[in-house]
């Protein structure tokens, strides 16, 4: 009987719902957020994804906010430049924190930060600019730190912003992709927001990752 409820569920796992259908049996199970019980079943109260952890059933809704997760690859528009930190909106509860020391230095030179480092910071990025980074780690108050030290992450010019719901987006090993038969190159962020560009030869490329070590003003779309 246990293994023949365990095969059950995990059917119900990322099956999408809609609000008023029924999950399955409450037996056995106890809801979560998104779910109520009804007539002895577990009913969805909202649409979007059914999720499991153990006995515990609840449903992920479509339309939510970006939760962020170590590694995820982000589109942001900087939106304050603080005291060596870069405040990044990138559409969760709270805005990001993108430090001086977690950027990427003209020339790729490894060094301490400087306070004329400190007192250039606009001329890295300045308030309006939208930037792709990757989250580096997350805050105790559910706020994240980011980093752009890849030669891959950086300002984004020349090129079209797009804003879509972050449900739509799926973790994957790549978020830099390049359709070269269509001229297109996309930075899918995990967060919802994607940037669209011309597509790069890879001797324009090579010659971007050349200038990006000499020159600060690189960006690399």
Known sequence: ???????????????????????????????????IVRNGNLVACVAGFVEQANKLIFVRPVKTRYIPEVGDVVVGRVKEVGDKYWSIDVCAQLHGSLVLSAIHLPGGVHRRRT???ALEMRSFFKEGDLISAEIQSLK?????????????????????FVK??????????????????????????????????????????????????????????
């Open 1 to 35: 009987m246990a293994l023949k409820k365990s095969v059950y569920a995990n059917t119900l796992q990322n099956k999408f719902i809609n609000v008023g259908e029924i999950i399955t049996k409450s037996e056995g199970f106890m809801k979560g957020h998104g779910v």
């Open 140 to 160: 105790n108050d559910g706020g994240v730190y980011l980093h752009t030290r890849n030669l891959k992450y950086g300002k984004l010019i020349n090129g079209m």
């Open 115 to 117: 306070e004329e480092d």
């Open 164 to 221: 879509v719901q972050n449900c739509l987006v799926k973790r994957t090993s790549t978020h830099f992709i390049s359709f070269s038969e269509l001229g297109v190159d996309i930075i899918l962020g995990n967060n919802g927001y994607v940037w669209i560009t011309n597509c790069k030869s890879k001797e324009e490329s090579e010659q971007i990752m050349n200038f990006a070590k000499q020159y600060k003003d690189f960006t690399p779309f």
